[in-house]
């Protein structure tokens, strides 16, 4: 009676031969691996600075020609800002002389724009005689006019005689003339005319005397704003004669 064990090996079956070695046995404490750990750790940050380094210079350098550049654009702006310092301190008078021509210029333009067209006045009121109607012109054997400043405002309006006293109208002169007209009706045309002109205001005989068949007259009229080389606008007219409150507080 035959009883198996075990299963039987097959005669085939390779066996790896027998290596002898020596049993590993870690005898290194702990501080000697957490030495070997740091000094590991040591050694990746200073080759991590090494690079950042090198990256930095190789940048620096390819940044210096740019950089340098720049510099040199700064000094050359910063010399041209002291040239243009220095010339403006060495102009400094010029322009205070050109500030003072252009004041004088604009007080001699507002003076002029102040004063009457005194040859277009004295014109005016010879034209006015011509054109009367008659045998011949009314002739002035005199005019004379008497201007004032530009009135400032609250200054009387017209400070000359005046048919109309309730006349509001502004003059800055007034006008006296002695003339010989043919007739009355003459004369009063001749009033006409110098009233139909905007450089007058109230004409105004004061007295005629008859002389044959003519007739010699005196009469006056103010010279008003329209005669002025710049005449006034309606706003300044406005300030003369209704001028704004005087605050006494």
């Known amino acids: 009676m035959n009883i ?18 020596l049993p590993r046995i870690d005898l290194l404490p702990p501080t000697v691996k957490e030495g070997q750990a740091l000094r590991k750790t040591r050694s990746l ?27 040199d654009r700064l000094a050359t702006a910063r010399a041209e800002n002291e040239q243009i310092q220095a010339d403006i301190a060495r102009l400094a008078p010029i322009g205070a002389l050109f500030n003072q021509i252009e004041a004088q210029k604009q007080l001699v333009q507002d003076t002029l724009n102040s004063q009457p067209r005194a040859a277009a006045v004295n014109n005016r009121l010879v034209q ?34 005046n048919p109309a006293p309730f006349d509001t109208q502004v003059a ?18 001749l009033l006409l005319a110098i009233e139909a ?30 005669a002025l080389v710049t005449p006034l606008t309606p706003e300044e007219i406005d ?6 409150p005087v605050d006494e507080s």
């Open 45 to 71: 940050l200073v080759l991590t600075l090494i690079a950042v380094l090198a990256l930095g210079a190789l940048v620096w350098v390819m940044q210096s020609s740019t950089i340098s550049e720049a510099e």
């Open 172 to 189: 800055i002169g007034c006008l006296t003339f002695t003339a010989t007209a043919e007739s009355r009706e003459q004369v009063a045309a």
């Open 239 to 244: 300030a003369i004669l209704a001028p704004p």
């Open 4 to 21: 198996t064990l075990g299963k039987k090996k097959s005669d085939d079956e390779v066996h790896e031969p027998f290596v002898a070695t």
């Open 197 to 226: 002109d905007p450089f007058f205001i109230g004409p105004y005989v004061g007295s005629t005397n008859f002389s044959g068949e003519l007739v010699s007259i005196s009469g006056t009229a103010a010279v008003s704003t329209d």
């Open 128 to 161: 006015a005689g011509e054109e009367v109607g008659g045998r011949q012109p009314v002739k002035f054997t005199s005019i004379s006019v008497a201007y004032r400043p530009r009135p400032a405002p609250g200054d009387v309006p017209n400070p000359c005689p």
